[in-house]
């Protein structure tokens, strides 16, 4: 019989399932995992700081590749779900833009890399989701300079159709090297991709 092509569900259900066999709380893994194979956004003991980190994967992840000598700060409006006894975690929950929130996490700094996987809550309507990504995306940026130690790594989501090229202009003032990168396990029909900066100078 022929081989059916596989459809955007089945591409779904791939990952969907790979990250429950693996223990991950979320598919979007896996985008972290090409982006860190792509571009070596952290090593083996490092600081991390996972921004709009829940559920917990790219956390749980940050944690399972890197040494006993690293640590990930996560903060996310929502709770996560991934074990928080882990004592290479530091969690806060709340908003990234509150300064309290901020200058916790920054005794926890400065880090080697700055991770961001926040998105805003979508209304459907894409000019306003994609405004509210870049409005999200760009204080965030303008904050993870003060976050990131020099040589550090920043990958951050960013919704395209706005002005991710500004966004990316932006990066190029602080870092030697910036990519716009879309990885395979986003969605087909998702408008999401990401900015990388790296070496911050
Ligand atoms: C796509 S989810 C992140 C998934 C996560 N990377 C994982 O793999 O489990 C996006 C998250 O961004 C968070 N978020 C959005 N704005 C935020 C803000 N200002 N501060 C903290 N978290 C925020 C949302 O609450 C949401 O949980």
């Avoid at 893994?29 to 600081?47: A, D, M, R, T």
């Avoid at 640590?71 to 991934?82: E, G, Q, S």
């Avoid at 303008?142 to 159709?161: H, R, T, V, W």
Wanted: net charge positive; glycine share 8%.
């Amino acid at each position: 019989m022929p081989k059916k092509k596989s459809s955007k569900r089945s591409e779904l259900d791939h990952y969907s399932l790979k990250a429950k066999k693996e223990g991950y709380p979320a598919r979007s893994v896996y985008k972290l995992e090409e982006l860190n194979s792509k571009f070596g956004i952290f090593k083996k003991n490092s600081k991390i700081l996972d921004i709009g980190a829940a559920p917990g994967s790219w956390s749980l992840y940050c944690l399972r590749k890197t040494g006993k000598d690293s640590l990930v700060a996560a903060v996310d409006l929502k709770d996560i779900t991934i074990n928080k006894n882990e004592e290479r975690l530091f969690f806060l929950q709340g908003d990234f833009f509150d300064e309290k929130i901020q200058s916790q996490l920054l005794e926890k700094g400065p880090f080697d890399a700055v991770i961001s996987d926040a998105a805003p809550a979508t209304t459907g309507n894409r000019t306003v989701d994609t405004g509210r990504s870049f409005t999200l995306a760009e204080g965030i940026i303008s904050i993870a300079d003060k976050m990131l130690c020099p040589g550090g790594n920043l990958a951050i989501k960013i919704f395209q159709g706005g002005d991710e090229k500004e966004l990316a202009n932006m990066l190029a003032k602080t870092f030697k090297e910036t990519k716009i990168f879309k990885p395979k396990a986003c969605r087909n029909e998702s408008f999401e991709t990401y900015l990388v900066g790296l070496n911050f100078k």
